[in-house]
């Protein structure tokens, strides 16, 4: 949920809460429609019912302006929340408020930005800046600035760096670094932290090289020691458009280059050393439902990227752009176009216009074959599988395509005609292991349906699905007076995949165990720009009910080799090493130490926020360190703290 949003939900009927005019049955139909589009995904209107955001039962129905003496003041009284018009504006100027009832911060500093709230909320309707060139050409980082293609590479083996996202490219999320270890893990102490001043979603997988971390949050990107936590440098991003979520996963680096999106659609390089803008290009549209979260990925001279925004009704897309200027190269449909192969999976006329097909996760590749692997989310709408009828390609898919090109070379569809927003989240770790005596070329394949695949990305055959999560009704289609379903929203693989240790073939994966109630809307939803475009409404178990798993599996059989359940959802990255442990985080704040060997935990430390995003480990002069991000991890999944990176090493 993004800023715009945390503030439109809570005022309900703001489309005329602030209209000043008098009450008109016009206006209420216009404030349900309003409603269920922006609203029903966070707040329930039905009394006892859980929701993710405060009940607003009660307050739905009643409506806003003088004429009738009911105002916004009532209505936030009414649903538990108590501020007044006078403050809501020093609240939008907060980094650390938080929404009452929630975890979310709705940070406005810009007073530009907060007049564009109240002119949100007055017409229902938001303009975004034009697309617009490159800007001039500016000095690029010398040549032979890393890190190179051949350190990109071979980054799987390299324990001093992390280079991507995941790790490496395979995105095994594994480091052969042992200084740490099942003997003496105990004695990790924090070395050192750096804290912004933000309560912004935390979901970034920081990167390291020679020595210095590379995290983003927000619009912010923050370079500095990796073992003392001395800031180099800091950009802010300034926003140029509407932006529909802030959520960011990360950025690439190559070349002295760092790339990342921005919650308003562009993708922005940066110098390494200084932290001076080199480039920007607006490669998305928050009009048409796009925003940009996931973590970029760099291939010689390209970066690969799409947009987010399958739950707002965008039709995705994942293409290359030069690195050097920010311009397009090839660009793949992953909803297609008429004409295109897949196109007639959608057979309802123009469903494919707003298909959805997010990409939120990091992408996998296979250098040495030029291979690029590509994790597509779930159809549009979310839960009304009537209004696009078919197998609706290419969504929740596996798609493979020529790296240096973009051509299509193979995809299998998961799930076909989704209607329970079942993203497809992760196509890693990638892995070689013998079987029968012969090597095969192996990939993980996992999402929010709650099912872990192993599949071989020769042949294309599922050598076993192992479910990690509970399924209930998994199959079972929302209906307008609900079906209680396993996996929930927020279950199985969230945005951290799996982690894989080539020593012991071992795939590690890190699971949400959270149900709820897909209810089906009843009349058909419009689309909306910047709006969800749920059709329906998931009403989640009481979150005290809410848990997580981790699962350790044999790579090749399947065979389930421990399993430990969590008292809270775990959604951070789950990193393991040839020390034979395994390093992650949960949202009960605290960092972890496991022992690889039965999940055990050796070490815990509450770093004062939640964990949700990377947690990677590296070596700098002889030593082995350890990081994690903390701090507020989402509008759904809550959590409390500013965003922070803290770093650990032995005494």
Not at 75 to 81: D, E, I, P, Q
Not at 567 to 577: G, H, I, M
Request: charged letters at 15%; a neutral charge.
């Amino acid at each position: 949920m993004n800023k715009l949003k945390a503030t439109a939900n809570l005022m309900v009927l703001g489309a005329v809460a602030f209209s000043g005019g008098a009450f008109a049955q016009a206006d209420a139909t216009a404030g349900r429609t309003v409603f269920e589009n922006q609203c029903s995904s966070c707040h329930t209107t039905e009394a006892g019912k859980n929701a993710f955001g405060p009940s607003l039962a009660g307050v739905v129905g009643r409506h806003a302006g003088t004429a009738t003496g009911y105002k916004y003041t009532d209505a936030m009284a009414n649903s538990g929340l108590t501020w007044d018009e006078k403050t809501l504006d020093s609240f939008l100027t907060s980094t650390t408020a938080k929404v009452p009832g929630t975890a979310m911060a709705v940070a406005l500093p810009n007073a530009s930005d907060r007049a564009a709230v109240f002119a949100y909320l007055k017409t229902l309707g938001v303009t975004v800046a034009a697309a617009t060139e490159a800007p001039a050409a500016v000095e690029m980082p010398p040549p032979g600035a890393g890190p190179t293609q051949e350190e990109l590479t071979h980054a799987a083996s390299d324990g001093k760096n992390w280079l991507y996202a995941s790790k490496d490219y395979s995105g095994q999320r594994f480091v052969n670094l042992s200084q740490i270890n099942t003997r003496n893990a105990h004695q990790l102490r924090a070395v050192c932290m750096i804290r912004s001043e933000t309560a912004a979603p935390t979901q970034t997988n920081p990167l390291v090289y020679k020595g210095v971390m590379y995290a983003t949050v927000d619009t912010t990107v923050v370079a500095f020691n990796a073992t003392t936590c001395r800031k180099q440098w800091t950009y802010k991003w300034n926003l140029k458009g509407h932006a529909i979520s802030p959520a960011n996963r990360g950025a690439a680096i190559k070349g002295g280059v760092l790339v990342r999106g921005t919650p308003d659609g562009y993708l922005i390089a940066l110098d390494m050393e200084k932290g001076r803008l080199l480039w920007s290009r607006q490669i998305a549209d928050s009009q048409a439902g796009q925003y940009l979260s996931m973590p970029p990925m760099i291939f010689e001279d390209m970066v690969f990227y799409g947009p987010a925004g399958a739950d707002f009704g965008q039709k995705s897309w994942v293409g290359a752009f030069k690195l050097a200027t920010g311009e397009p190269v090839w660009r793949f449909n992953l909803i297609p176009d008429d004409n295109e192969p897949g196109a007639d999976s959608w057979r309802v006329a123009g469903s494919r216009q707003h298909g959805g097909g997010s990409l939120w996760t990091p992408l996998a590749l296979d250098a040495q074959k030029g291979i690029l692997y590509v994790p597509v989310g779930n159809p549009a709408p979310d839960f009304n599988g009537s209004m696009r009828t078919g197998d609706d390609l290419y969504t929740n898919s596996v798609v493979t395509l020529d790296a240096r090109t973009g051509k299509l070379l193979w995809y299998r569809q998961f799930v076909a005609n989704d209607t329970h927003d079942s993203d497809l989240s992760q196509v890693s770790p990638l892995f070689t292991a013998k079987i029968n005596g012969k090597p095969r070329d192996l990939m993980t394949v996992a999402g929010k349906d709650g099912l872990l695949r192993v599949m071989d990305r020769d042949t294309r055959d599922v050598l076993f699905e192992l479910p990690i999560t509970t399924r209930e009704n998994a199959d079972a289609a929302p209906t307008v007076d609900g079906i209680h379903r396993c996996p929930g929203l927020l279950g199985g693989l969230e945005w951290n995949g799996p982690a894989y240790s080539p020593l012991t073939n071992t795939i590690y994966a890190a699971a949400v165990d959270w149900c709820g109630t897909f209810k089906l809307a009843a009349d058909k939803p419009e689309f909306v720009p910047a709006a969800h475009y749920y059709g329906g409404a998931v009403i989640p178990d009481a979150r005290e009910t809410s848990r997580g798993w981790l699962t350790a599996i044999d790579g090749t059989t399947g065979k389930v080799r421990w399993r430990q359940q969590w008292p809270t959802p775990l959604v951070a990255a789950v990193t393991a090493t040839s020390g034979g442990v395994l390093f992650t985080g949960d949202l009960n704040n605290d960092f972890l130490v496991l022992d690889a060997a039965d999940g055990k935990v050796l070490y815990r430390f509450n770093t004062g926020g939640s964990i949700g995003g990377g947690v990677v480990t590296y070596e700098v002069g002889g030593k082995q360190y350890v990081a994690t991000t903390s701090g507020v991890v989402s509008g759904f999944f809550g959590g409390s703290g500013t965003s922070a990176v803290i770093v650990f090493a032995l005494l």
